[in-house]
């Protein structure tokens, strides 16, 4: 959702190992061929290798073999990655950018959508609607192997109760539990290697802090933190070693932002502070990196329900140092960065993508600096 609950892919125009002025996408057929070599650890092994590709009607020879000559580029390589995003019910928000991203990077798209809008989003998807919107950097269709229904708010049937089973909303599907959609792609797939959580939900985020009941507080933690640490919980048994997962928050989390209310400034501050323990956590148990993206205001279909998007996105491009348009493809970037070898490193952190918005501490219109 908006700076709330509730993207193409220009860094990845680096190819992997190969020259600058190739996209990285374009790339990716060639590199397939020689993929038993590279492994899916990508990059890594590329210094070694050499080989040539046809690029439109030329071929480019790429000899990148050590001490013959420096490689250009460094690629975001997710070929061989399975990767399972929760939160796609449309082409507008930041869980669609981030799809496009990993897709874009090689990976095998797995999507969970919001059991009550599942529906129109796979007759959408079926009959064309987001065709434009899965146009990939080098012309191909973004695929999305398979959509589970999934509601992230119920962890097995048990807790689901008897008048949401019978919602006509729901009875047409089934295994949309967090329980059964693990088991699901278990099932389907065997395993994944990136988990990214993309969704939120305050039903009183409208209502300020002090006005918000303990149910509408505790719904805003159920759908938007707590849903998190239980896709973890239960993604992580079938998450292969080495890989990776995250989550959006923002920066409401940290600073007052009046209007995100309903108690998810508090959601996302949860999300936050329980990304640094399941970093530990994950990290000795299955060697999974655990991060979350601030990421800036966008307007989604989830931020929309807030009611000022449009006044955040006007005051972030006034005040941000970068004094431009946040794309979602920029998360969706930053995103396949974080969840790539790239950033082995990196766990447990919260990495802004907000065009630096967050560092400001006042607006650029105060009379502090105005004079
Ligand atoms: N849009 C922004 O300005 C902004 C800024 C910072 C962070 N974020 C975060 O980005 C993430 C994605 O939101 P978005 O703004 O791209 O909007 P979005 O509408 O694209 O995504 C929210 C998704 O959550 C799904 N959802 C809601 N409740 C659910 C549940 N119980 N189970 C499963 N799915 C459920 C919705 O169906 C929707 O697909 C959220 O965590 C949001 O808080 C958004």
Same mark, same amino acid.
């Given at each position: 959702?908006?700076?709330?609950? %509730?993207?193409?892919?220009?860094?990845?125009?680096?190819?992997?190992?190969?020259?600058?002025?190739?996209?990285?996408?374009?790339?990716?057929?060639?590199?397939?061929?020689?993929?038993?070599?590279?492994?899916?650890?990508?990059?890594?092994?590329?210094?070694?290798?050499?080989?040539?590709?046809?690029?439109?009607?030329?071929?480019?020879? =790429?000899? !990148?073999?050590?001490?013959?000559? *420096?490689?250009?580029?460094?690629?975001?390589?997710?070929?061989?990655?399975?990767?399972?995003? !929760?939160?796609?019910?449309?082409?507008?928000?930041?869980?669609? %950018?981030?799809?496009?991203?990993?897709? !874009?990077?090689?990976?095998?798209?797995?999507?969970?959508?919001?059991?009550?809008?599942?529906?129109?989003?796979?007759? &959408?998807?079926?009959?064309?609607?987001?065709?434009?919107?899965?146009?990939?950097?080098?012309? &191909?269709?973004?695929?999305?192997?398979?959509?589970? #229904?999934?509601? +992230?708010?119920?962890?097995?049937? /048990?807790?689901?109760?008897?008048?949401?089973?019978?919602?006509?909303?729901?009875?047409?599907?089934?295994?949309?539990?967090?329980?059964?959609?693990?088991?699901?792609?278990?099932?389907?797939?065997?395993?994944?290697?990136?988990?990214?959580?993309?969704?939120?939900?305050?039903?009183?985020?409208?209502?300020?802090?002090?006005? *918000?009941?303990?149910?509408?507080?505790?719904? +805003?933690?159920?759908?938007?933190?707590?849903?998190?640490?239980?896709?973890?919980?239960?993604?992580? #048994?079938?998450?292969?070693?080495?890989?990776?997962?995250?989550?959006?928050?923002?920066?409401?989390?940290?600073? *007052?932002?009046?209007?995100?209310?309903?108690?998810? &400034?508090?959601?996302?501050?949860?999300?936050?502070?329980?990304?640094?323990?399941?970093?530990?956590?994950?990290?000795?148990?299955?060697?999974?990196?655990?991060?979350?993206?601030?990421?800036?205001?966008?307007?989604?279909?989830?931020?929309?329900?807030?009611?000022?998007?449009?006044?955040?996105?006007?005051? &972030?491009?006034?005040? +941000? #140092?970068?004094?431009?348009?946040?794309?979602?493809? /920029?998360?969706?970037? !930053?995103?396949?960065?974080?969840?790539?070898?790239?950033?082995?490193?990196?766990?447990?952190? *919260?990495?802004? =993508?907000?065009?630096?918005?967050?560092?400001? %501490?006042?607006?650029?219109?105060?009379?502090?600096?105005?004079?």
């Amino acid at each position: 959702m908006a700076p709330c609950a %509730a993207a193409d892919a220009q860094m990845l125009a680096a190819s992997p190992c190969i020259s600058a002025s190739q996209s990285m996408l374009a790339s990716r057929a060639a590199v397939s061929r020689i993929s038993p070599a590279l492994g899916t650890s990508g990059f890594a092994s590329c210094p070694r290798i050499a080989y040539s590709r046809p690029l439109g009607s030329s071929s480019v020879a =790429v000899r !990148a073999v050590s001490g013959e000559s *420096t490689p250009h580029g460094l690629p975001i390589d997710l070929r061989g990655k399975r990767a399972f995003i !929760a939160g796609v019910a449309d082409d507008n928000g930041y869980g669609w %950018a981030i799809a496009k991203a990993l897709a !874009a990077a090689g990976a095998e798209i797995l999507v969970g959508t919001w059991v009550p809008a599942l529906n129109i989003f796979e007759t &959408s998807l079926r009959r064309g609607k987001f065709d434009e919107s899965r146009k990939l950097p080098d012309g &191909s269709l973004m695929e999305i192997a398979k959509v589970y #229904p999934l509601d +992230a708010v119920y962890d097995s049937p /048990e807790d689901v109760p008897e008048e949401v089973k019978t919602n006509k909303r729901y009875s047409g599907s089934s295994k949309w539990t967090v329980k059964e959609a693990a088991e699901s792609v278990k099932e389907d797939f065997g395993s994944i290697d990136i988990l990214v959580h993309s969704l939120a939900n305050g039903p009183e985020v409208t209502k300020p802090l002090l006005e *918000t009941s303990r149910s509408g507080y505790l719904a +805003a933690m159920s759908a938007s933190s707590y849903s998190y640490v239980s896709l973890l919980q239960h993604f992580l #048994p079938i998450m292969n070693s080495g890989g990776a997962s995250i989550s959006l928050t923002y920066i409401a989390s940290e600073r *007052t932002i009046p209007g995100y209310g309903g108690g998810m &400034s508090s959601a996302k501050a949860a999300l936050e502070s329980d990304t640094r323990v399941l970093a530990f956590e994950a990290g000795r148990k299955g060697n999974i990196r655990v991060n979350t993206i601030s990421a800036g205001p966008l307007g989604s279909r989830a931020a929309k329900a807030i009611g000022f998007i449009e006044k955040m996105i006007e005051y &972030s491009y006034v005040n +941000a #140092p970068l004094e431009k348009e946040l794309r979602a493809d /920029e998360v969706g970037n !930053a995103a396949a960065f974080l969840v790539s070898p790239l950033a082995s490193a990196i766990t447990g952190s *919260t990495v802004y =993508v907000d065009n630096g918005l967050n560092t400001m %501490a006042i607006a650029v219109d105060s009379p502090t600096v105005a004079s």
